[in-house]
């Protein structure tokens, strides 16, 4: 068991984008701790460390599929933070 933070910051195409954006920011956020929730143990259980570049491309995918294709423009991954549990 670990704990994982991920800071990211979400790029809109256009400011109509970014005003959609806000408003699915709940919805985003739900969908995307549920799709990490399943993916990052079974990617550590293979792996030492997380592929940074991995999850931006799972985020877009699922933000493409919760705010239509081409509104998010990037998925930016700030910063990613393990800790292993004592």
């Given at each position: ?29 739900d969908a995307f701790l549920r ?23 799972r985020l877009q995918m699922v ?24």
């Amino acid at each position: 068991a670990a704990t994982v933070q991920i800071q990211l910051k979400l790029e809109a195409a256009s400011v109509e984008n970014e005003s959609a954006i806000a408003r699915l920011l709940p919805r985003l956020n739900d969908a995307f701790l549920r799709d990490l929730y399943g993916f990052i143990p079974r990617h550590l259980r293979k792996e030492e460390r997380l592929d940074v570049a991995l999850i931006k491309d799972r985020l877009q995918m699922v933000g493409d599929k919760v705010a239509g294709p081409g509104v998010i423009k990037s998925v930016l991954v700030q910063a990613v933070l393990e800790n292993p549990s004592r």
